[in-house]
Nanobody, 127 residues
């Protein structure tokens, strides 16, 4: 049973922080790149960033880079998205997704390139 479950979302004021978690089960996390995506109301799903099997991270969202960090803990089968200095524009449903990858493979950015997806967790940034 392959599962990805996001958690940690909620309501936060502008300038606040949230740490999202992605719990993986049913597969060996070590061999998968994990991407974070978000979808705001009325917008298409957008790649935020990704952590590769090497633990190297890549940010695709210019607005997120510098404020967000991504990390992975293979032993705990968890991937994290730390979000600081949140802005109202960050309001979206956040998803984690996985794709099988050999060590050193660069994370793809296309939503259709990822095999498994979580249900998403809502992040709302509002005063």
């Amino acid at each position: 049973q392959v599962q990805l479950v996001e958690s940690g979302g909620g309501l936060v004021q502008p300038g606040g922080s949230l740490r999202l978690s992605c719990s993986a089960s049913g597969f060996v996390l070590d061999y998968y790149n994990i991407g974070w995506f978000r979808q705001a109301p009325g917008k298409e799903r957008e790649a935020v960033g990704c952590v590769a099997t090497s633990s190297s991270t890549t940010f695709n969202s210019a607005s997120a880079k510098g404020r967000f960090t991504i990390s992975r803990d293979n032993a705990k089968s968890h991937v994290y998205l730390q979000m600081n200095n949140l802005e109202p524009e960050d309001t979206a449903i956040y998803y984690c997704a996985s794709i099988f990858a050999s060590y050193g493979r660069i994370c793809p950015t296309g939503v259709h390139e990822y095999r498994y997806w979580g249900q998403g967790t809502q992040v709302t940034v509002s005063s």
